[in-house]
Each structure stands twice: as C-alpha cells, then as structure tokens.
C-alpha cells in the first residue's frame, strides 16, 4: 500500500490553478481578439453599406434637383406659357412701386420721338 | 573516425544546423533586404489608389439663376474575360441600354478586360440594368459612377456658356476659360480589397477629401438676355441674315448683361452642332464697323479741340475728290456743324475732322479706344481685330478709316468703345464673371471694374452723347430706334461686306446700331449688328434694320429695369412724321 502511495504524482494545486486561469486568460484573449476582429470587419461592413447608401441618397438629391432645374428654366416655362399652360397676367399700374428716381435734366431740349412699330 | 552513434548523432545534428542556418538566411534576405520590394508587390495586389471624383462647379447668372450644373450618371462598362453567359448577355445589355444587338456582340466577344459599353446612363435605367443583372446571376459587366453636364436653357447663352468634353474638360466660352476654378481637385483613398474585389474598410489607407469645383456667377442677367435672344430671333424670321449679333453692357463697369450670336446651337445636343453655329461672333468675327466708327472719329477731333460741336465744316455737296479718288456722301450736303456730321451721319464731313487730326493722331484715338487689341473679357478665342499703323495706310485710308472702312472690329470692341462714352470718356474693361464662390456660397473672387483709361475728357464724351441723340431724332438717321419716353443717343452703321477674297460685295450689307439709355443717364449700352440681312435695298441700312430691333430691346429691357420714363413723354413726336427720305438711312 505505501509502496503504491510513493509512485503517484504528487499534483500542485497552486500550480494546477495558476497554468488552468493562465490558459483561461489566454483562451478569452484569443476569442476576444477573435470576436473583436469580426466585430472590425462587421462595422467596415456596416460603414461600406451607410456609404453606399449616403452616396445613393446624394445622388437621388442631385437628380431630384436637376429634374426641378430643368422644369423651373426659362426654356421650360415658356414652352409651358406656349402650351398655354402657364398664364402671365400682367401686374396693374397702382400695383407697382417704382423707387428709381428719375434722373430729369430740364436744359435738355432735345425731344424723344415715339416709334409706334416697336410693337412687333 | 569511429563510425558509432555518437557520430552519427553529431552528423544529423549539424544537417539540421546547417538546414535551419539556409531557412534562417533566406528568411533574413526576404524580411530585411527585400522586404520594400515584396511588400510593394504584395501591395500592388492588393492596394489600390481610388479616385473620389470632384464634381464640377455651377455656372449661374447674376440673379443666380442655374445655366449649367451637373446630372449623375453611370458608365457600363464590361470585363470580358469575366462573362459568365455571353449571349444573355448581349440580350439583355442591348435590350435595356438600347444599343444595337451587333455593336454589342462585337464588344463583348472580344479578349479586352475594359470595355465601355455606354456612357451617361441615366441612373434609374442603370439601376434597372443592374437589377436584371443580379437576378439572372450575370457577371463580368460593371457600374462606374460619372457626372453629365446639363444647360437648362439650351440654346441661350450658348456662346457665352460653353461645354465640355467628355472628359468634363472645358471647350468653350465660360467653361472653357474658367475650367481651371470649375473643375475643382479629385480626391484619394487607398483601399485594401479582398480575393472578391471587395473593399476590406479597416484596411483604408491615407485619404484625402475631393475639392468641388466653384460657382461661377455671370454678369448676364437671364431676363434681359431673354429679351435680347427673342428679338434676335425675331430678327432672323423677319431678315434673315447669315449672322446676327446683340450686345448688352452696362457702361459704368462694362459689365456684359447680355449677349447673343446667331447662327447658334443647343448646348444639350452639342454633338449635331456645326462649327460655324459654335462660333461666338461678337468676339471672334470682325466686321467694318461703317459709320459706328463715326464716334471715334469726332470724339477725336473735339478731344484735340480742333472743332467745337458747333464748328462748320464743308461737306462738298456730296462729292470730295481727295488723294484721286471720289468720296461720295448719301446726300448732298453743304455745311454741316459736327454734330450734324453724326446726325447726318456725312462721310466727308468724317474724313474731314480725321484730315485735320493727321494720320498719326487719329491712329492714337483709334488704339485709345481699344481697337487693335483684345478686350480682355473672360471668354476663349477673341481676336484684336486689325488695323493697321498709319505707315502701311494708303493715301486715302485717312478718309476711309474715319466711316468705318479699312479696319476690322469686333462687336464687342465696338461696344466697349460706346461705352466709353456713355460712361464720361472713361474705357472700362468688358467682363462677363462677377463673381467666384464656393459650392456653400463662400466668396473665392469678386471681379470688380477694370478701368482702363481716360480716352477723352467727360465734356468731350458729354458733346459727343448730345450729338447722339440727335441720331435718334426726326433729324437723325435712326429715327426708328427711339423708344417711347425716353431719349435715346446712338450711332447707325451701314458697311458693304467685305468678301471672302477681299473687295466689297455688292448688294451685301452689315448694318448696326450701336446706342445707350437713357442718354442722360446711360444704364445700358446695346448693339445689334445684322449680317446680310435680306430686305429691299433700299431699306438695308443701321437706322432701319438695326434701329427697330435696338428699339424693341431698350424698351423691354428699360421696362424690366424699372427705368422711369422722360417727363417729356407727352412731347413725343410720332415717328410717321419723320420723312424716311434716303438723306436718312445711313
């Protein structure tokens, strides 16, 4: 029985311990290096993705906004009054508010002549 | 040597040292002495610099209102070597790009791994493209993003806008001579992509934002130039000539506010335009300018204080024999004062006032006012025009460069010379930009006036715009150019076309007018010069083809620049009472 008893291994505990927290520690830093890379590349996925998405809703905009400049132009709108789409009703006399003084120089003697034709 | 175990031993253990050592070298030489070289490769590989596009400035006009501005668009381009199903392909890229089936074929079915199947796809239709794409499991054809230039207006302000290629490089005009600001600075970013060709985003290198190109603001204002483009159309309905030309400026900073050109072309489709239609005349032909040049002429003669304006001066009844050749005038006129020499608008009354000045004084008032060299207005392509120094003048050029004849101007020049006397004598530099501003509104440049030179003292230039009123009177030659309530001072301008292989061609006119109103205080300068105009004879002339259309422009324009009418309104004399005798067509 003694005998028996001396050829066992004699078992640290501390050390036992120390290597099992040891390999525990280095187990979660390796799945934690793991989990956080993943994290990495899920979040760049991300960040390509709101990129992607800005730049479509940028471009959306711009298109938006060219569509309202081509229908608001100048060209535009007066093909629609052609159509007869649009109508321009003119603005009365006493609506108008002139702030342009005018410039009178009395020592003129030279008369303006009218020219009835410039109604083309 | 014992061969025992020992020895053996020793042998296996210095195979392994001597293994390890060569592992341990090469290691060494890869890591340390090459390792720039490997790394760069493997980078190349791997690495790539991408571009992040500028996008290209906004021209506006002074009200800032949109004339060109950009569209986003894709590119479909193909990989060849990355086709899964060619034939499925080709259906659907020619289907739904609307490209001929064979065009396609032929691109896809060659070895090329950058193939450009269409430009400027509209987005919703590149998206539908890739969508099918996707669903049918298609690979090797790709999206690349781009930018298209649209012109809301088309056809107005062509010549001054210009385009762009399809490299979104400047031609022409604005965008050809401001592309330096409109372009604006690319971007970069250093991207690490995987086996896929994906981007690995944790891996982005150095980067750096794009500069978007700056706002151009014109001084054109789109209403007037609205005005100025109906009337020049309505111009070429009514005579038809082969070119047209109008010019607004305002004198007292020589501000363009507008201008139109005929032949002209629809900027949005560039591509079907011919070269005479892209050609902005009013800087790029030079025409005689006739007797428009009368102004320089007298402007001359009073700044040297040779004449007052009531100083007579004979006009030989018509006919002046001088060096041995005959000037004739349209009339037969006696003694004319200076002022009427412009009312009247005599040629030998001109040539006289020059014959006083000499050749070489005359020529000094002529480079004063600009003539002879370019403007300086921010468009490509203008020339100075020519004329010539009083050496190479033949002996009767003196008589003959006075009405016009002799030299070539360009409208713009012959402009920028009236404003000068609207605006007291003093030339100011023309200019089309006001201003350069970021895409966030943040001021780059103000352009402000550029004064040239005092050509002549503001009496003179004062003398000379009473004289010019008188033109546009019952008594003048431009009777046709007044405009109700206002007085009006301008110059008419009748030119035989010079031909192609020199000398005059008979029966081809260049008329113009060139005015400001109101005259006592000018807020706009206009010129309309028509080429070849087609109407009867005996009406081609400045002051009845030119003046009426002047007078529709000035009356519209004064109408929208809320200018107040003369007090004398109720004076004005109906035009049905001026005889149109042929004493006043010139």
Known sequence: ?120 | MKWNSRTRCAIVCLGFILLFSLFSFRLIYLQMIKHDEYAGLAAEKHVIKQPIFAERGTILDANNEVLAHNVPVETVVADASRLSEVDATIDLVSSELQLQRGEVTEKLRSDRRYIVLKREVAKANADSLRQKLRAKNLRGVYFEQDATRIYPNGIMLCHVIGFTDFEHKGIQGVEGSLDEYLRGQDGYRYIEHNRAGQEIVQYRGQERAPRNGYQIHLTVDLNLQNIVENEIDAAMREYSPKKATIILMRPQTGEILAMANRPAFDLNRRSDAKPEQMKNRAICDMMEPGSTFKIVTAAAALNEHKFSLDSYIFCENGMWNYGGTPLHDHAAFGDLSVKDILVKSSNIGAAKLAVTLGDQKFYEYIRRFGFGDRTGVELPGEIPGVIRSPQSWSKISITHIPMGHEIGVTPLQMATAMCAIANGGKLMTPRIVKSITTSDGKTISTLKPIALRQVISPQTANQIGMALRGVVSDRGTAAAAAVPGFVIAGKTGTAQKVGPHGGYEKGKEVVSFCGFLPAEDPQFVGLVVLDDAQTKPEQNYGGQVAGPIFSHIAEKAARYLDLEPHEEIRKAIPVERVALTSSSRH
């Not at chain 1, 979040?43 to 709101?50: C, E, F, P, S």
């Not at chain 1, 060219?66 to 603005?91: D, F, H, W």
Request: with cysteine; charged share 20%.
């Open chain 1, 1 to 120: 029985m003694s005998r028996s008893r001396r050829n066992w291994n004699e078992v640290n505990a501390a050390s036992l311990a120390r290597s099992i927290v040891l390999t525990g520690f280095l187990a979660l830093t390796g799945l934690c290096y793991v989990y956080l890379t993943l994290q990495l590349y899920h979040l760049g996925d991300r960040k390509k993705a709101l990129e992607t998405e800005v730049t479509n809703l940028r471009m959306q905009n711009e298109v938006a906004s060219a569509q309202i400049t081509a229908l608001t132009s100048r060209a535009a709108l007066q093909r629609r009054l052609k159509e007869g789409y649009l109508k321009m009703i003119p603005i009365a006399e006493h609506n108008i508010v002139r702030l342009t003084i005018p410039n009178r120089n009395p020592e003129d003697a030279i008369q303006p002549v009218s020219n009835p034709r410039s109604a083309r």
